[in-house]
């Protein structure tokens, strides 16, 4: 069963608005992570340099040293965790994502506004190129920031050295 125009007009804008949930959850998720990862960071960071400074003698000099110990290596474990999921990095692609969404789904109303009859054919086809369009930006532009994260694959036409194994079959 094949959908009229005005049936496919609403279904794409259905599935533009589906995706821009979708990925203003992921926005929102990813904003306050990157902030708390942040501010995590900046407190136990200011608490080590605080409690090293504290000249204390005995036992609680040893208890400051070893928490001072402490907030310094959970302030490494966060950066860590920031750095390999990159809140704040998704963050940024998501808004432009989002606003890239939300502008097809204003050209779309306002297109239906426009005219008094359904949109052609042709005008929802390049609708929903561009729509996927922007799935493939937002794809590529998340698998470029993974791709900077993870170790180089080794070339594929590389000639091999006298030292190096032989190829498995």
Same mark, same amino acid.
Request: proline content about 6%.
């Given at each position: ?8 007009? #609403? ?50 000099? &040893?208890?400051? &040293?070893?928490?001072? $110990?402490?907030? =310094? ?13 990159? @809140?704040? =990095? ?5 808004? +432009?994502? *989002?606003? #890239? ?6 050209? *779309? ?8 009859? @359904?949109?052609?054919?042709?005008? *929802? ?8 369009? $922007? ?9 470029? $920031?993974?791709?900077?994260?993870? /170790?180089?694959?080794? @070339? ?5 050295? /006298? +030292? ?6």
């Amino acid at each position: 069963m094949s959908l009229d125009s005005s049936d496919r007009a #609403q279904l794409l804008r259905e599935t533009i608005r589906a995706e821009a949930r979708r990925i203003d959850r992921q926005r929102s998720r990813n904003r306050r992570q990157a902030f708390a990862l942040r501010i995590v960071v900046v407190l136990a960071s200011a608490t080590t340099t605080v409690l090293l400074g504290f000249k204390a003698q005995g036992g609680l000099g &040893t208890t400051l &040293t070893n928490v001072a $110990l402490a907030c =310094s290596a959970t302030a490494t474990v966060v950066l860590a965790w920031e750095a390999f999921y990159n @809140p704040r =990095s998704l963050w940024v692609i998501e808004v +432009n994502h *989002l606003a #890239q969404l939300q502008a097809l789904d204003r050209r *779309l109303a306002d297109m239906c506004a426009r005219s008094s009859r @359904p949109l052609s054919d042709d005008d *929802l086809d390049e609708l929903r190129d561009a729509f996927e369009g $922007l799935m493939a930006a937002h794809l590529a532009a998340w698998t470029s $920031l993974r791709a900077q994260q993870a /170790p180089a694959p080794p @070339p594929l036409n590389s000639t091999a050295s /006298p +030292n190096s194994p032989p190829p498995s079959t």
